[in-house]
């Protein structure tokens, strides 16, 4: 067993060791405590002389043995080299150390080296100190520190020391240190050249700003065509793509499911590509809606009192009674279609909020509760794609809103063009309420009038110009309802559902049935309510023509390409 110079030093068993040696074992600095180790080789490596044959001398432990403590003397006899020692009195030394160790020893430390003097007793009577290395191995050896290296520690305690405490002035203290004692290790600080190199610049200069151009042969380089990936063995099937495409956003889509039909599905999965499906409306720049806050309940307990419910509209005769939108399927239990009087009528539907104290299940909330029949997209071959049900729909049904962008009238104007260029529009104006509060306007417009331009009234001007403030716009974005189309003989009607009062610029589009429309039946509704059983005199040319093939035709689909609502 040797010692290990190169190991930590906080050890049990050196501990151990050394206080079943000895207790007269010189304590070592922390640094200088080694940890035993099981090499196997018999004598300490060699190592640099700096390190560790000047800074430990060699202490043979079991010079302990015979008492006599020799420490500096055997010091100098280890450090005389090799060739000085004659073999035979190596020998004779190796076989007396072990007769000492085997007499004397009690445990199994043997000296390792022995250093021998003619005076020494124990010595052969040759005045040449020599080092004796038993044939038997050593097995503790423990150094002892140098004078030299006890100097050096200590010197560099202190300067490390002296370098933290003064961490304004650590460089020129440092190097003022490291001047003073030379041989001291100055640990890299912040400032550390190692760090920061004050000749960086010049050496990148020296180097030049652009590395040299590697110089390749080309007729060298191999160029090696490797097997052909996936991609071109077997390529993608686009068809399959968009149609796994079309029927994941067909999907995304709340309610009961909306599938297509499979002679429109090529066309179909193309559009879908470019199209997004929103299940609520996405409010554009400067759409603005009226907070909660200044919406109003009613106080009903558990489902609405036809009769008081504060959310119902009174009938503007003198009578001040309720206008009651829905009624009780006659054929499904719970559910709720409008009663017959209200699609005639030109009213607006205020259905319950969550300002209201009635609960969930109140029968004034319907079209918040959402669609209720499956739909189907399919093409109609000379109007584009058309939407229609495989369910049965009953008179008065809520089938669901149109559903788009919310833009402001000024967005509209300029999005109008692109619309009219292609044929085709999805604009919606939000304007069924637009000239009821005229009057009211009038007289607070007054106070406004000022003389002078307001720039922030340029979006006001194509409100006034359009007649609403918001549009809906169903083309990128938008629901399924966008695909019915406009008939001249309806069987669904567009109807302008709210449930904030204070809001009269933003409410639901909602489709009712307006007559029982069996399954598969293609759902249309008025683009141009108002007009109805009015031949339209001349066509404008611009206009889009109608092909709906009623008898009551009015020969086009509005007279400009924004539709007027629900007005
Ligand atoms: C809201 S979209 C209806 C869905 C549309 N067919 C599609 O494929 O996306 C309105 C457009 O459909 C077409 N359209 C709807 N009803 C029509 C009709 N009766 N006659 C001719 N074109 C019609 C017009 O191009 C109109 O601009």
């Given amino acids: 067993m040797f010692i290990d110079l190169t190991l930590d030093s906080d050890s049990d068993e050196l501990s151990k060791t ?67 020692r004659p073999s035979s009195r190596r020998s004779n030394a190796s076989q007396e150390a072990q007769s000492q160790n085997r007499r004397h020893t009690p445990h199994a430390l043997v000296p390792a080296l022995r250093a021998t003097r003619s005076n020494t007793p124990t010595s052969s009577s040759a005045s040449t100190p020599e080092v004796i290395i038993p044939s038997n ?25 002296a370098a933290a405490a003064a961490t304004s002035s650590r ?39 652009y590395p040299k151009a590697k110089r390749v042969q080309r007729s060298a380089t191999p160029l090696v065509i490797g097997t052909p990936g996936p991609l071109l063995i077997r390529p993608p099937n686009i068809r399959q793509q968009t149609r796994k495409t079309m029927k994941r956003k067909l999907r995304g889509i709340k309610g009961p499911a909306v599938t297509y039909d499979a002679a429109a599905e090529r066309r179909l999965a193309d559009f879908i590509l470019n199209f997004e499906f929103v299940n609520t409306n996405p409010l554009r720049k400067g759409v603005v809606p009226v907070a909660e806050e200044f919406n109003a309940g009613c106080t009903c307990e558990g489902v609405c009192d036809e009769t008081t419910c504060l959310c119902l509209s009174k009938e503007e005769d003198e009578s001040n009674t309720n206008i009651v939108p829905y009624r009780a399927a006659a054929d499904v239990a719970g559910l ?9 009528r030109k009213a607006m539907i205020y259905e319950c909020s969550d300002r209201c104290s009635c609960d969930q299940t109140c ?52 999005r109008e063009a692109d619309h009219t260029a292609r044929g085709t529009s999805y604009l919606f104006s939000l304007d069924f309420l637009n000239g009821q509060y005229e009057e009211f306007e009038d007289e607070s417009n007054d106070d406004d009038d000022d003389g002078y331009h307001d720039e922030d009234n340029d979006d006001e001007d194509d409100e006034a110009e359009s007649g609403c403030k918001y549009v809906i716009d169903g083309r990128n974005f938008g629901g399924v309802t966008r695909f019915i ?5 309806p069987n669904c009607r567009m109807i302008p559902v709210s449930r904030n009062h204070a809001d009269r610029d933003l409410y639901d589009l909602a489709f009712f049935a307006l007559r029982e429309i069996p399954p598969f039946t ?3 509704f008025d683009y141009n309510p108002g007009s109805e059983g009015v031949r339209d005199s001349k066509i404008e040319p ?4 109608c092909l709906c093939g009623e008898a009551n035709c009015r020969g086009q689909l509005w007279p400009n390409q924004r539709k007027k609502g629900t007005r």
């Fill in 336 to 344: 709720m279609v409008l009663k017959p009087e209200f699609l005639t």
């Fill in 485 to 489: 189309n406009h008939s001249c003989n």
């Fill in 171 to 209: 460089s020129s203290r440092s190097s003022s240190l490291a001047s003073s004692n030379p041989t001291t290790t100055q640990p890299p600080t912040a400032l550390s050249q190692r760090y920061y190199p004050t000749d960086a610049y010049e050496k990148r200069a020296v180097k030049g700003a």
């Fill in 363 to 414: 029968w004034n909330r319907v079209v918040q509760n959402g669609r209720t029949v499956r739909l189907q997209i399919f093409h109609t071959g000379d109007r584009g794609f058309g939407l229609r049900s495989p369910d049965r729909i009953r008179p008065g049904q809520f089938i669901d809103c149109y559903q788009g962008e919310v833009i402001t009238a000024a967005a509209a104007t300029l």
């Fill in 522 to 524: 293609e759902l249309t």
């Fill in 18 to 84: 050394a206080s079943t040696t000895s207790t007269k074992t010189p304590s070592l600095p922390h640094s200088l405590a080694h940890r035993a180790l099981n090499v196997p080789h018999s004598v300490p490596q060699k190592r640099k002389k700096s390190d560790t044959e000047d800074a430990f001398p060699a202490l043979v432990v079991s010079s302990f043995v015979n008492g006599s403590k020799h420490r500096e003397h055997d010091r100098r006899v280890a450090s005389q080299p090799e060739p000085s």
């Fill in 137 to 161: 191995p050593p097995d503790v050896l423990i150094y002892t520190p140098s004078h030299r290296l006890k100097r050096e520690a200590s010197s560099f305690n202190s300067g490390h020391a």
């Fill in 542 to 545: 611009t206009a889009v023509r």
